[in-house]
């Protein structure tokens, strides 16, 4: 990487948005359809945005898909007519749902459903929606497809992460914002940092698995606009578009286990988790967070 690189690289801003896509591309190589074709792959909140350009290129890689999202009204609109595609309505803060949810066998999965509602919901009586969905309800599928063996050995297994988590240390106080005012922006933040420092543990602990997590960059899907206008506005065509942002995920699906399983990646290359040496938690944070989904799972 030449200086002037690595110089945009450290602005930030020309490394998240999309010139910094197009200048990390151009070292990409072709995914390889081969590798795809014939699988079958699971892609939470696979209906639209980020999710939705996964499921896209995994179809016309040759692949069949089983899409999950709260409501069937994106993908009839974004899928409806195409073949090897499926759907199953899941709201991940419905954690018994989660339990009655019909499985298949799959050679890989995305946890990928996310969002930044303006208000907050309490789910399970603790958490808001924010971390009840994206870290606990997404743990709670990994860990029902893991105990009924539903993951074939070796299958990827990717969290879509943010580069917001950054900025943020793992916080697993009050998670239900009942003690605070409530902040979207530093919730979805933490839930971010927790599904990275899962993606960590989860690869020590199942060996036979390849786990991998990644920021998508800046990415202009309609849910970022809704979240967070006034950055959409600012930002405007310099935003990524979805199939950019999903472009390491799926080079990620594609390598399975010639990657080092537990790292976090951004543009296909591994990057540091902390760039600030207060966001680091410590092992008894780890493992409080495992606690604490251990237990919520002992419930359901």
């Known amino acids: 990487m030449t200086m002037f690189n690595k110089l945009l690289d450290l602005s ?19 995914l390889n359809a081969v590798k795809f074709a014939g699988k079958h792959f699971l892609v939470t909140g696979g209906s639209r945005g980020i999710g939705g350009a996964v499921t896209q290129a995994l179809l016309a890689m040759g692949a069949e898909v089983t899409v999950t999202a709260r409501t069937q009204q994106d993908f009839d609109a974004n ?6 595609v499926s759907f199953q309505t899941l709201d991940l803060g419905n954690f018994e749902a989660i339990q009655t949810l019909h499985l298949g066998l799959y050679d890989g999965l995305v946890l990928n459903a996310g969002g930044m509602p303006s208000q907050p919901t309490l789910v399970d009586g603790q958490f808001d929606t924010i971390f009840g969905a994206q870290v606990v309800g997404h743990y709670l599928l990994l860990d029902r497809l893991i105990e009924e063996d539903r993951l074939r050995t070796g299958a990827p297994v990717h969290w879509v992460a943010s580069g917001g988590m950054y900025l943020h240390k793992l916080q697993l106080d009050d998670l239900g ?8 922006v530093t919730s979805y933040a933490n839930a971010k940092r927790a599904q990275v420092v899962l993606n960590g543990l989860l690869a020590q602990r199942y060996k036979k698995l390849v786990f991998s997590c990644s920021h998508p ?4 899907t309609d849910a970022l606009a809704k979240a967070l206008p006034g950055f ?9 578009t979805a199939e950019q942002g999903a472009d390491t995920i799926l080079w990620c699906l594609e390598q399975r ?3 080092k399983s537990g790292l976090f990646w951004f543009d296909r290359h591994p990057r540091q988790t902390r760039v600030f040496f207060w966001t680091q938690e410590s092992e008894a944070d780890r493992l409080a967070l495992l606690a604490l989904l251990e237990s919520v799972k002992a419930r359901y």
């Open 12 to 30: 930030i801003i020309y490394s998240f948005d999309q010139s910094g896509y197009q200048r990390h591309a151009r070292l990409f190589s072709e």
């Open 79 to 84: 899928f409806a007519g195409q073949a090897g």
């Open 177 to 184: 914002w009942q003690q605070r005012p409530y902040d979207k």
């Open 217 to 220: 960059g800046w990415v202009g």
């Open 232 to 240: 959409t506005n600012r930002m405007g065509k310099r935003l990524r």
């Open 257 to 259: 286990q010639q990657l």
